[in-house]
């Protein structure tokens, strides 16, 4: 079951979401809704609970063969960084320069609630830092200088 993915103009984007508590089936549903609507449509490489307007950390992400879902993650980030363009499925069809850590170690949960370690490079720890970044409300135009995001945001929301 697929769902609609909110857009940068949804409020609920900017809510930081709840630590998950109960690994029951509603999270087992939630999963599989996150993975299904993720896979519904080509070069998508990741999607947090909040863009479907649910707001618990969980998220889940699939790119180059590595796929697989993280509750309740917490990032550890290295010191290299590196530029390249990131999209969002919230604002379909946008791409824009960014800089984030070029490795990350994400440590967090499965489903059932067993710990799970994921080490990632490249563009799947983009990836994981872009969705992480959606479950503490925080957007990934948020991390460009200002003139930047209105130059984002112009392009990115549609016109009144």
Known sequence: MTEPIRT???PV?????TPVRDF????RRLVKSLTLTMRAGAGRAGLAAP???????VLV???DGASGHLVNPRLELSQRRITADEACLSAPGVWWPLERSYMVTARGRDMFGKPVTVRALGVLARVLQHEADHLDGVLFSDHLEASERERFLAAALPSE
């Open 51 to 57: 863009q479907l307007g649910v707001p618990l950390r």
């Open 61 to 63: 992400y699939s790119y």
């Open 8 to 10: 940068f103009d949804d």
């Open 13 to 17: 984007l900017r809510t930081v979401a």
């Open 24 to 27: 029951d089936r509603e999270l």
